[in-house]
């Protein structure tokens, strides 16, 4: 079976070498160039990776052009920056194999020190409350690491192309009375300087959009 992995991508050039290097048997990397200027998709690109442009700036778009693109029954998203590592992508994908859920997040779990910015932290304890209150699922964190069926995923009607998408995933699945469920993964230090949850900033645009997902 032949797994698309969606990597949204905005300049994490120095990082993608590690990324492709770690893609497990079956896995097939879908890099998303979300406006890159150091040369991310030529790099992605070198190494075999298909590579999609996207010139409309936002996670969400970066995320959705993936899933358009993506031809596989089953679909993975996964950060860009190293902090996630592509070898446990099985882990996410097995229980969808199994039928025992439609939706599965990596539950994640520092490594080392300073791995999870406290500012980052602390956003995602307080989404991941106001989830399980709005929905009843059990989910401790809403993780970037996550898998689930294409065509399911297409059906759920995404909008949100900002930060709000993941969050939107989760919360237009749970309305449609999937089984979403958690297995954790290692979450190491990110290579480079993090342009959104390593800051204050970052953390605060990133509680706004998915606030907005919650209010709708």
């Not at 950060?79 to 590592?85: A, E, H, I």
């Not at 969808?96 to 520092?110: D, K, N, S, T, Y």
Request: glycine share 10%; with cysteine.
């Amino acid at each position: 079976m032949t797994v698309d992995v969606i990597f949204p991508c905005l300049n994490e050039a120095p990082a993608l070498p590690w990324i492709l290097d770690r893609m497990p048997s079956g896995f097939r990397p879908i890099v998303v160039d979300n406006c890159s200027t150091d040369g991310s998709g030529d790099v992605a690109r070198s190494l075999g990776a298909t590579v999609v442009p996207e010139p409309n700036r936002g996670f969400g778009a970066a995320a959705h052009a993936g899933l358009l693109a993506a031809t596989s029954d089953l679909v993975c998203f996964c950060d860009c920056d190293g902090s996630l590592d592509p070898k446990q992508l099985p882990r996410l994908t097995a229980p969808l194999a199994a039928g025992q859920a439609e939706l599965v997040l990596g539950r994640r779990a520092a490594t080392q020190r300073g791995a999870w910015p406290l500012p980052a932290r602390v956003a995602n304890w307080e989404l991941a409350r106001r989830v399980r209150r709005r929905t009843g699922l059990g989910l401790r964190d809403l993780g970037p690491m996550r898998a689930a069926g294409r065509e399911a995923l297409l059906g759920l009607d995404l909008a949100d192309r900002r930060f709000g998408y993941p969050l939107e995933m989760v919360m237009n699945a749970a309305a449609a009375g999937w089984r979403v469920s958690e297995v954790e993964v290692s979450y190491l230090p990110r290579v480079g300087k993090s342009k959104v949850t390593g800051t204050v900033g970052g953390c605060i645009r990133t509680v706004r959009d998915m606030s907005g997902v919650l209010a709708r």
